[in-house]
């Protein structure tokens, strides 16, 4: 009998102790890096630019040969079967990277064409995205808007029906209602049953995929579902504002029980340090509110629940 591991070893993608250096081993971009994607999972690697996520994904597409470690996808090797893996994976990359100077139908109709297949036969699959783009088909790739742009690259990769789907940064610099419905087109691929890998540095993304893996500094900081990873904050998280932010920042930083204070979009995230968590912290956030008060004037301070962001934020610190 088959078991799980099979199956994801078979039709999904395994990572193992993968690492990529440059510069004579001077530059890890990414250092000692292992998961598994399970077939027609929606896998989500998030972090921030120039955290190695577009290395990891050049290796997964063979681009690049890794120093260490091995990965398959869909059960090929990267390192010695790339041939088997670029009919199977299709690859958009960060950079807008088709031909500029042709049309949108001539860019569809060439990459249909090095797969040996036809738009026509594959339009089935690419419907939902290329009826958005059509009107535009006579346009040259040039004149596009981002998230046309985008679109365009997404049916190019999606044109030869490939089993697993690799996307890196595909919503970076398009507008909150192309990110929209990219990520829409991202779960109708997925009920598909197509195998999806993307990477993001918007945290907020993170929640439209099943599993997630935080990635800085070329190392993987947590892998779990997004829920998961906002349950295992072992912490109180609080939000703290006043006029004078930078000197409430100051005064926090430096309070005992306070473990770490960061800017969270227009006031403060702070968490308490995890050894006093339990049924004194509310008087102890209470002595602490009490202080600040007593330094600042108009201190709001409340407990609020974690975000992805400010879970990647911890662990990057632990």
């Known amino acids: 009998m088959r078991s799980p591991s099979d199956d994801i070893a078979d039709n999904g993608v395994v990572v193992r102790n993968v690492t990529k250096t440059f510069r004579d081993g001077a530059l890890t971009a990414v250092n000692d890096v292992s998961f598994t ?9 998030i972090g921030p630019d120039g955290a190695g996520k577009t290395t990891l994904f050049r290796v997964l597409t063979t681009l690049m040969l890794a120093d260490s470690g091995t990965a398959t996808m869909a059960g090929y090797d990267v390192a010695t079967q790339y041939r088997e893996i670029r009919r199977i994976v299709g690859y958009m990359p960060g950079r807008f990277s088709l031909y500029q100077d042709l049309t949108v139908e001539e860019n569809l109709n060439f990459f249909a064409t090095l797969f040996g297949t036809t738009v026509e036969e594959q339009y089935d699959l690419i419907r939902d995205i290329y009826v958005q783009i059509e009107p535009f088909k006579h346009r040259r790739a040039a004149q ?10 997404l049916c190019c990769a999606l044109v030869h029906e490939p089993r697993i789907l690799v996307l890196d940064e595909p919503t970076t610099g398009v507008d909150p209602v192309s990110r929209h419905e990219f990520w829409a087109i991202l779960q109708r691929l997925k009920a598909r049953g197509m195998t999806i890998l993307v990477s993001t540095p918007y ?91 007593d330094e600042l004037e108009c201190v709001e301070v409340e407990k609020t629940q974690p975000t992805i962001e400010d879970c990647f934020i911890r662990l990057m610190s632990t």
């Not at 994607?37 to 690697?45: K, V």
């Not at 596009?144 to 690259?153: N, P, R, T, V």
């Not at 609080?238 to 227009?266: C, M, N, Q, S, W």
């Open 37 to 45: 994607i399970a077939p027609g999972e929606l896998f989500g690697l």
């Open 144 to 153: 596009l808007s981002g998230g046309m742009k985008q679109k365009l690259a």
């Open 203 to 293: 945290m907020d993304e993170a929640l439209l995929c099943d599993r997630i893996a935080l990635f800085d500094q070329g190392a993987i900081l947590s892998v779990d579902t997004p829920q998961g990873i906002i349950d295992a904050f072992d912490t109180e998280l609080y939000k703290a504002d006043a006029p004078d932010i930078l000197e409430l920042r100051r005064l926090l930083a430096a309070h005992p029980i306070v473990e770490r204070v960061y800017t969270f979009g227009g006031h403060l995230h702070f968490s308490v340090k995890k050894q006093l968590v339990g049924e004194l912290v509310d008087e102890l956030v209470g002595e602490l509110v009490g202080e600040l008060v």
